[in-house]
């Protein structure tokens, strides 16, 4: 039975969540999908003017488009096909929808995501954990095969139109997924094969699964088994033109590439906001290697992560993109509210509560807004193709000559292969307190959060140079390393002794000193009681961050409470080259001591040449909340605070597939940046270089 598409129909919805500090779905953002799934047209196709901040695909125009001629194709005829052929499977647009699991969301929604997307002619991936009977009754969807294989059996590799085999996804590069125990109910559990209750964490890499080579041998087993074509799914990470080209060598049909910014039920918050990069800098990288090495013929491309209008689908799509991926979109579609709640359980709109056999959702009503939906964005892709004189979507594929960049620089213009018409930065700053979440100073815990959409200096606001930078996961060429399972060594040798973790702790309080002497912690101040677990526990030099700081043997503190006349990561970045031209790093030991606060900052700063990181503006945040508390409380609170910036940081470093701290420090060629002039600033490459 076809769904009845009304002309409008606009269900009550709560009003989105406006966010302390500005976010990339926004409550206007919110509006323009609710629209869109309300009347089956978008408010508008293109927008009036590119973007001074945020994501690239709001600073690209198209060349000699003028928004308000292509508003008004939006009535134009059917003489433009935006379908095609995938898989053998013709769609009525190149989107795919997905992939969200049975568990992530709460049953209803991802059956409305199956029948809207059999309705309306495109693709859905069914995502990780099973293939729930209601799911399984529609044509167009893709079933998936991932690292812990839950839920998977022969019916399921054989239904739907082709295999998703998932490496990674953008909010979550580098770990396996996450569904916390709370949300495995009996429905899960039948689904998942696993315990009610208990969480289902997914390994970082497949254990079958440590080469290019041993991938092939994956693809080709999946095919041979459900009879159909394969795709990779991989999250965009600073080296994906080699991934790109290696899924291409492996004889799968397709890869899915998953940007920086993506949704997900659940991730750790610090690797959501700091791994991998977004999706239009991977998209043109990888079209353009794999044309140069003979393997874009045949071999489907589909990038997502952010996407929600015609607009944001055509770009994409000249950039090099055969088809697009949306996830939250269809979300909003349904009545998101962007809260960041998924993982809890308590979903206010129920879309992420926890699944039962009946929900409060209503499937019928889902279904309806997410045809028109994807009706809205078939009718603005369409006027986009007449506004540029073209039949066929095809035509739009890798036509980055019809692209302008604005308010961009030339490192990031080139490493797109885009024409620069109006020069700026990518960096967005704006100073702010950053959040310090419960669960790291009362459960010592990593803090778990939902969605996404956040990029410091790029959809969020950046409030140093640090923060434009992009950590490395990794994805198909290596595997990564699984923080939960193995053993990842971040101990630190100095010519006074061993420190069990990089993160020196400010002798603030004399319950800080006693927590990090009890976890192998250095402490900085004159409250540390012991020599040996002592920052300077011999001659040391605390400087501020200048131009005039020379490489030496010994500790060597370089302190922005200090002043100076230079960014302290720039600063750290020229130390530690000089003194790798001189012969000195061996034996100078670098602390960097800040305004820093999280795990990500100490994977960075470490890339960056620092062997010791005091994150000051942590502790100092902590110190005020649990100021007035006991001794002993205050100490637990603090050791809390020790162990989850540890374990944010091996997490990291998991996700990149190292085992030992001194495998980073110093290699710049771990990170990326969003921004050229940081790029240069830092010594470090531009994101899709």
């Not at 892709?381 to 594929?397: D, H, N, P, Q, T």
């Not at 700026?424 to 969605?451: C, F, K, N």
């Not at 101990?491 to 603030?508: A, C, E, I, N, Y």
Request: proline content about 6%.
């Amino acid at each position: 039975m076809r769904l009845a598409v009304r002309p409008a129909e606009r269900t009550r919805q709560l009003p989105p969540v406006r966010h302390r500090v500005p976010e990339f779905w926004s409550p206007e953002r919110v509006e323009y999908v609710r629209r869109t799934a309300a009347t089956g047209t978008p408010p508008y196709v293109l927008e009036r003017e590119p973007s001074r901040t945020g994501r690239l695909l709001d600073r690209i125009t198209f060349k000699g488009l003028r928004p308000d001629d292509v508003n008004a194709e939006l009535s134009g005829g059917g003489d433009v096909d935006v379908g095609l052929e995938l898989f053998g499977v013709r769609l009525e647009a190149p989107i795919y929808v997905g992939d969200m699991s049975y568990g992530a969301l709460s049953g209803g929604p991802n059956v409305a995501v199956a029948r809207a997307a059999t309705e309306a002619g495109v693709l859905a991936g069914i995502g990780e954990g099973g293939l729930h009977p209601e799911v399984a009754k529609y044509r167009n969807i893709v079933v998936q095969w991932a690292s812990a294989r839950f839920g998977v059996d022969l019916d399921l590799l054989r239904a739907g139109v082709a295999v998703n085999l998932k490496i990674g996804q953008g909010a979550k590069p580098g770990i396996g997924g996450h569904l916390p125990g709370s949300k495995v109910t009996e429905v899960i559990s039948k689904l998942r094969k696993i315990p009610v209750g208990s969480d289902a964490v997914s390994p970082a890499p497949h254990h079958d699964i440590y080469s290019i080579e041993d991938l092939a041998q994956r693809v080709k087993a999946l095919r041979d088994l459900s009879g159909k074509p394969v795709l990779v799914k991989v999250a965009a990470v600073n080296k994906i033109m080699f991934v790109s080209v290696g899924v291409a060598r492996s004889t799968a049909e397709g890869i899915i590439i998953d940007g920086a910014g993506a949704g997900t039920g659940a991730a750790p918050s610090v690797v959501r906001d700091h791994v991998g990069i977004p999706i239009e800098y991977a998209v043109p990288v990888s079209d353009r290697w794999l044309r140069d090495n003979g393997a874009r013929d045949g071999f489907t491309v589909i990038g997502g992560g952010m996407i929600y209008s015609p607009s944001d689908v055509a770009k994409l799509i000249a950039l090099g993109a055969d088809a697009v991926n949306i996830g939250t979109a269809a979300l909003l579609s349904f009545g998101c509210i962007m809260c960041h709640s998924c993982n809890t359980g308590g979903c206010p709109t129920y879309l992420t509560s926890l699944a039962m056999p009946v929900g409060r959702f209503d499937v019928d009503a889902g279904a309806r807004a997410l045809v028109r939906y994807l009706r809205g964005l078939r009718l603005g892709l369409g006027a986009i193709l007449r506004s540029l004189g073209m039949s066929r979507i095809s035509e739009l594929r890798g036509r980055r000559d019809l692209l302008e960049l604005h308010y961009a620089d030339e490192d990031v213009a080139d490493a797109l292969g885009l024409e620069l018409v109006e020069g700026g930065e990518i960096a967005w700053y704006q100073d702010y307190e950053p959040l310090i979440y419960r669960e790291t100073y009362e459960e010592g815990s990593v803090h778990l959060t939902g969605m996404g959409g956040i990029i410091p200096g790029y959809t969020y606001p950046a409030r140093r140079p640090l923060d434009l930078l992009r950590i490395e996961a990794a994805q198909v060429t290596h595997p990564p390393v699984d923080p939960y399972r193995e053993d990842i060594d971040i101990s630190v040798r100095t010519p006074w002794g061993v420190f069990d973790t990089p993160v020196v702790v400010p002798g603030l309080d004399p319950a800080a000193v006693a927590a990090a002497e009890a976890l192998g912690a250095p402490v900085d101040g004159s409250r540390c009681r012991r020599p040996s677990s002592c920052l300077c526990g011999g001659e040391c030099l605390r400087a501020a961050p200048g131009d005039d700081l020379e490489p030496r043997a010994g500790v060597v503190v370089v302190d922005e409470r200090q002043g100076g006349s230079r960014w302290l990561e720039e600063s750290l970045s020229a130390l530690d080259r000089d003194a790798n031209l001189m012969g000195l790093r061996e034996d100078m030991v670098v602390a960097a001591v800040g305004r820093f606060n999280s795990g990500a900052d100490v994977y960075k700063l470490a890339a960056l040449g620092a062997d010791l990181v005091e994150p000051v503006e942590a502790f100092e945040l902590l110190e005020r909340r649990i100021r007035g508390m006991g001794y002993a409380e205050r100490r637990v609170r603090y050791e809390n605070m020790i162990i989850t910036l540890s374990e944010e940081l091996r997490l990291l470093m998991g996700a990149g597939g190292l085992t030992s701290y001194y495998h980073m420090v110093g290699n710049r060629d771990l990170v990326r940046s969003l921004d050229g002039s940081v790029a240069r600033s830092l010594g470090v490459r531009v994101a899709g270089t």
